[in-house]
């Protein structure tokens, strides 16, 4: 499985949830492209390739796809993540409701400024940057996410490396780079999501519509 | 030139406005390299194509590659957007300060709520979507960040294409999905950056490190 194959999984596996929860019991390959932006026959062919076969026009059982894409999805696991640097967009996502659909849970946040740790309005503990390593291991975390101004952030991910973190999904300017991996270790999983750079392309491409794959 | 080419170019224009701030003269292929997370053969095939040359050892002039580069990018053209949906997170952007490097501004924001659109607190003008034609128009604003929870993301891109919003960056969990373009009209760009599906990715792929690209 490559990671094109990944996304549109995840997607579908989305889709059904929502469909589940809005009372559907079946599913047709078309309502799966649509919900992924795919085809349907990329929807059929990715289920064939996960030997996950539908009834001849009946579509496919909502509820016994969503266990058989969750076992490979590796459902069940904690989905548990903590932010790092609790500014306007750390808060956000602190409060953000599009994570529970898919079981992530953001369980902690993490600042330098004792004015924002200290804050009792925040929904999950919100610990000072000092404490990461005692508070990473004791919540057993592994995924971080960073939204620390951009001249902290190559600090801030090495010191979540160091304090065992393996996935980080980076908010800050700064493309954060695979970290190398120690002998019989797995790489780090860095995503970077550039949100000026992503706006700046929009208006390139509008600007110069050939360049578009 | 491809997408992957312009990502860069938009990197390396960004890093080149870094440094120049922090009073550098000269870079080197390697330092773009490194901002840009490419290697700096890559960086030296990019200007090579474009016939940007820099001196042996020398390496680059950054003013006169600002300069090289805005051009290809066509800055200097107005990067104005605005924000429909003016929760937790459409507000972080309001106030985002990675917008400016870029010379993208938030003009303007729009809500449903009046709660929302007569804050005073606000850095720019709040509207009620009411007034969304009459707004856009009035500014002549291209490009739009949709911020809105799920449920009124694809209603919102089709008040907005109707509008004359051509670019979308859409934050919230639906895949938008391209507009069918008009008889001679280029067709809208959209970009989706799905938070939770990135985190749903980095949990993955920690499980199964094989299927990573």
Chains 1, 2 share one sequence.
Do not use: W
């Not at 602190?94 to 929904?123: C, K, L």
């Not at 960073?146 to 980076?170: C, H, M, Q, Y």
Request: hydrophobic residues 45%; contains cysteine; negative net charge.
């Amino acid at each position: 499985m490559n990671s094109d194959m990944l996304i549109r999984i995840t997607r579908y596996y989305r889709a059904l949830n929502r469909l589940r929860a809005i009372g559907l019991e079946k599913v047709f390959a078309h309502n799966l492209a649509d919900a992924a932006g795919v085809s349907a026959a990329v929807v059929r062919k990715d289920f064939s390739l996960l030997e996950i076969h539908g009834q001849k026009r009946g579509g496919y059982e909502i509820t016994e796809l969503i266990e058989r894409l969750s076992v490979i999805l590796g459902k069940g696991e904690a989905q548990d993540t903590v932010i790092i640097g609790c500014g306007r967009i750390g808060k956000a996502l602190m409060h953000y409701s599009g994570f529970e659909p898919d079981g992530i849970r953001v369980v902690a946040g993490f600042d330098t400024d004792p004015v924002v740790y200290a804050d009792a309005s925040n929904p999950v503990p919100v610990y000072p940057m000092s404490r990461l390593d005692e508070v990473i291991a004791a919540l057993g975390v592994k995924v971080a996410i960073i939204t620390v101004p951009e001249s902290a952030a190559a600090d801030t991910a090495e010191k979540l490396f160091d304090a065992g973190i393996r996935g980080i999904l980076n908010f800050s300017p700064i493309t954060l780079k695979p970290h190398p991996a120690a002998p019989g270790e797995n790489p780090v999983v860095i995503h970077n999501i550039n949100i000026a750079l992503e706006l700046e392309q929009i208006f390139y491409e509008l600007q110069f519509p050939m360049v578009r794959k």
